[in-house]
């Protein structure tokens, strides 16, 4: 779960975000045009140094999926150790994202 107090300075700065829980995992779909924005709140503000992993479904034969692939990236903050897992979805035929550095 994330700090109440990072949730809220998420949700200020892009009112927009789908948020979700699951078995203590604070998720957040993110549009995939806003993640170098919102990764640069995450780490300049919120505090997340740690990014520990990436990965990305391809929904191409998911029923009901109205997107094709899904990134998925799961970050820290080793301070607090908040854990948060941002999403965005990318279509053909141009599946591109900003690199997260």
């Given at each position: 779960?994330i700090?109440p107090?990072t949730q ?6 892009f009112g ?12 957040a779909v993110?549009a995939a045009?806003e993640l170098?924005?919102?990764f ?5 503000t919120?505090?997340?140094d740690l990014?520990?992993d990436?990965?990305?479904v ?5 029923r009901?999926?109205?997107d ?8 820290a903050n080793?301070?607090?150790n ?10 053909e035929?141009?599946?591109?994202v900003?690199?997260?550095?």
């Amino acid at each position: 779960m994330i700090d109440p107090k990072t949730q809220s300075a998420i949700v200020q700065a892009f009112g927009s975000i789908a948020w979700s829980e699951f078995r203590g995992q604070t998720r957040a779909v993110v549009a995939a045009g806003e993640l170098a924005s919102v990764f640069e709140l995450l780490r300049d503000t919120c505090g997340f140094d740690l990014l520990v992993d990436i990965t990305c479904v391809d929904y191409l034969n998911y029923r009901e999926a109205e997107d094709r692939f899904g990134l998925v990236y799961l970050l820290a903050n080793t301070t607090s150790n908040e854990r948060l897992t941002v999403r965005a979805f990318v279509n053909e035929p141009d599946p591109v994202v900003p690199s997260a550095v």
